[in-house]
């Protein structure tokens, strides 16, 4: 393959690899949370970190992980104390954000929108050595919480009241979710971009439930997608000169719906077997009224 002769692309392949690992690791909760909008409301406050970068001349990524962490913090904190007025709370973080992004980079004595854009839909040139170093760290993080707390997080995500009882620290829990839900964000903004992160940290989960009710297994198969159409949507990019998020987001919903249709049958397969396993009960004639002895037993 000649596009493995050219750096550039063998660091958003890098990138796009990391990517589709981390996304759905994170999704899997999100999805479990009912939560599935929270990457999409991260990706509105991402952006302020990135115009703040240009005007500080200081690394996007780094910067857009800082504020995304503090506004998924600050949207835990909304969920918890916000009650009747949460909703207009996040509402105004979310615009917030998006206004802040955009006033800041054209503030900034380098930045354009140009320079925004490539990181709301993705660019595979733009991917830098250091943007890759910071994707690495910050991917490392993701899958060590994901995987090593998984027991821990799947119960909070299942019902936090049975999980608090059984002693699970869970806001902490809760805070770390979210955290680690930023620090994806910020891993996918070069490949996916920032508007388009939430459907690779949930379309992914919705087609592995289709075909399978085990989490462990969900997880797998979710990662598994991910991966492969980061890697699809990267290529068809490079050879195909279509952005690289768009083209991601759609193969990822393809696959969905490929695995949706083949999946129907298979569970209508597995239903008629359960069916057919189970003892078929008495016939309603056959059956002792309620307070009489069997025929046979009538004399005795």
Known sequence: ??????????????????????APAVGIYLVQRRQALMGDGIGHVAMTGVGL???LSWSPVWMATLVSVLGAVLMELIRWYGKARGDIALAMLFYGGMAGGV??????????????TSYLFGSLSTVSESDVTAI????????????????QLFAV????????????????????TAVTAAVTVTVAMRVVGLLLVSALMVVPVAAA??????????????????????????????YQDVPPGATIVLLTIAAFIALTVLATPLARRRARALAAAQPVPD??????PA?????GEAGV
């Open 136 to 151: 690495c760290l910050l991917a490392a993080f993701v899958v060590l919480v994901t995987v090593g707390l998984r027991r």
């Open 53 to 55: 970068g240009f005007l």
């Open 157 to 176: 995500s299942q019902d936090e009241e049975f999980a608090r009882v059984t002693g699970l620290p869970v806001r902490f829990l809760n805070l770390l």
């Open 103 to 116: 006033m800041f980079i054209n503030l900034a004595p380098t930045g354009s929108n140009a320079n925004l």
């Open 209 to 238: 439930q289709a075909l399978s009710r085990s989490f462990a297994a969900t997880f797998a198969i979710a990662v598994a997608i991910g991966v492969s159409v980061t890697i699809g949507g990267t290529v068809t990019s490079y």
């Open 1 to 22: 393959m000649d596009l493995l002769n050219y750096a550039f692309m063998q660091r958003a392949l890098l990138a796009a690899v990391l990517v589709g690992i981390t």
């Open 283 to 288: 016939p309603a004639e056959c059956a002792v």
């Open 291 to 295: 307070g009489r002895k069997p025929t």
